[in-house]
């Protein structure tokens, strides 16, 4: 199954992703997240994606098109994938369709977390990232340590931080773009007869999973 996390920044799709992944038996692709991880690497991709990132402004489509063509292609993804943040523009959304037709597959669902956005910029001001393995936090002290399993501080694992891009500036510009440029290729998914699910992204984390598995019919 392949399906396409859609919604706001901070509306809740890297938390739902790992949970959706383990319902279907299938990887995540981030594009933020492995971007993320190429600026950590020093890779001449990262370090050109990284003050667009830093902005709160999206990165290049042929950046993203090379990156999704190369990871869904890639021998982890044959079962399919679900893909977190990627297609955040039109010509994404052609593309994506291009790469799956090239290896055989098909969209199977965009599910759309729907959110308003001061519920946004409330969520993301408070959220942390950990350093090493990304895993998002809320409720929590910048400097505190990771506790996700095999990731403490002190055992080489991670420690809190905010993500420059979560500071309110950069979630502004991200709310802009998202209206821009992202909002609009539901209606192109619309048009291209895409299954569109939507939920409402507001609630417990475990109801949010509960509703996305419903619409998804798992
Ligand atoms: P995320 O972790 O999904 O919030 O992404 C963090 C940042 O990475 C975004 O604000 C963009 O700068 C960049 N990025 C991630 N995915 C994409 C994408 N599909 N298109 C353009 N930029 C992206």
């Not at 998202?178 to 909002?183: E, F, M, R």
Request: overall charge neutral; some cysteine.
């Amino acid at each position: 199954m392949v399906i396409v996390l859609f919604g706001k920044p901070g509306a809740g799709k890297g938390t739902q992703a790992p949970r959706l992944a383990a319902a279907l038996g299938v990887p995540i692709l981030a594009t933020g997240e492995a971007l993320r991880a190429a600026i950590r690497e020093g890779t001449p991709m990262g370090l050109a994606a990284k003050a667009a990132m830093d902005r709160g402004e999206l990165v290049a489509d042929e950046v993203i098109l090379g990156i999704v063509k190369e990871t869904l292609a890639s021998a982890p993804f044959a079962n399919g994938a679900i893909l977190d943040g990627v297609v955040r523009t039109t010509p994404q959304a052609e593309g994506l369709n291009r790469v799956l037709a090239d290896i055989g597959r098909k969209l199977d669902a965009v599910l759309v977390f729907d959110i308003a956005d001061a519920e946004i910029v409330q969520r993301v001001s408070g959220r942390l990232v950990c350093d090493k393995c990304s895993a998002p936090f809320s409720g929590r002290a910048p400097g505190e340590s990771c506790d996700v399993a095999g990731c403490q501080s002190g055992q080489g694992g991670g420690t809190l931080v905010r993500r420059k891009d979560d500071e309110p500036e950069a979630v502004l510009t991200r709310l802009e773009q998202y209206k821009a440029k992202t909002a609009p290729v539901l209606e192109w998914y619309g048009k291209n007869g895409a299954r569109i699910a939507t939920i409402d992204a507001v609630g417990t984390v475990d109801e949010i999973t509960n509703r996305a598995k419903h619409a998804l019919g798992l």
